[in-house]
């Protein structure tokens, strides 16, 4: 008791000089980022329009733990770094990429979350433009790559993710409880073989993007510069998974958007006016 009072009397600068960091256990603290997109893809037939599909970037782990899974890009944060320039800096790094949107998602700390030791990680997620995407590899991935993500949603909760990039298919099933609190309201059933919860993060990110887009100009992070009016919709219910009502959607999205004087000039169609996002909409 005696100790406990002379510590109220010390000054803070006797106080930290003296302070004994390994009095408690440290987690390690790492970031991972989500990062979507969404590309087009030649349908074969001039008379179709090209397929858009949301598309998410993984790498092949070249280390263990969960050596040759896929994962998120992310890492390590160090000690003279805040969580923010850490995640920026991993996906730099792993992915060539920084020009892009980016938003903190949640912070992941379940304690077998990762079989090394205790990590605790926040994870990021990211959105960019299908345009100037020049992809890399860090030393510690073997390979980099855009998956194909579709998904659906079953009874009980239950949804399951697809991820397909021509040569590998991940399927991963997860479980949503809305009585549950926290990141253990999704629980992974199937991880797909994605390295750590990485399946889980994924899910959240997914639920994210879907909420946001009903209420924000989010979507735009997604577009190129210019775009028809079916070309948002589609994107719009890509990541919705429902199809919407043409007159409905338009009413909604027409103060999002500027028409231009520019026309497509897809072969086989009719030049459709094209659009961009309204600058005089205020940010996210």
């Known amino acids: 008791m005696k100790a406990e009072e002379e510590k109220k009397h010390i000054s803070e600068e006797e106080f930290l000089k003296n302070y004994d960091p ?95 030791m205790r990590i605790i990680s926040t994870a990021y997620m990211a959105l960019i433009k299908p345009e100037n995407i020049e992809l890399k590899a860090a030393t510690d991935a073997s390979a980099v790559s855009w998956f194909k993500l579709t998904y659906e949603f079953l009874d009980n909760g239950k949804f399951n993710i697809k991820l397909d990039n021509g040569e590998t298919v991940l399927n991963a099933g997860l479980i949503f409880d809305n009585e549950e609190r926290g990141e253990n309201r999704i629980k992974i059933a199937e991880s797909g073989e994605l390295a750590f919860d990485h399946a889980k993060i994924i899910g959240y990110a997914l639920m994210r993007l879907r909420n946001k887009i009903e209420y924000t100009n989010l979507v735009f992070n997604l577009m190129p510069e210019y775009f028809t009016l079916t070309e948002l919709q589609k994107v719009y219910e890509i990541i919705l998974g429902k199809e919407l009502i043409k007159a409905n959607f338009r009413r909604k999205i027409k103060d999002l958007v500027t028409e231009t004087e520019k026309f497509s000039d897809e072969a086989g169609h009719r030049p459709s006016r094209l659009f961009k996002f309204n600058s005089k909409v205020s940010d996210i």
């Open 22 to 116: 390994s009095e408690f256990e440290r987690p390690s603290v790492t970031v991972d980022n989500v990062i979507f997109s969404i590309f087009e893809t030649k349908t074969g037939n001039y008379r179709k329009n090209p397929e858009q599909n949301l598309y998410l970037l993984l790498i092949k782990r070249g280390e263990h733990p969960f050596i040759n899974n896929w994962a998120l890009p992310g890492g390590f944060v160090r000690i003279n770094e805040s969580v923010e320039e850490s995640a920026y800096r991993e996906l730099k790094e792993e992915t060539n990429l920084d020009d892009l949107y980016m938003e903190q998602l949640y912070t992941f700390g379940n304690v077998e979350r990762d079989p090394r």
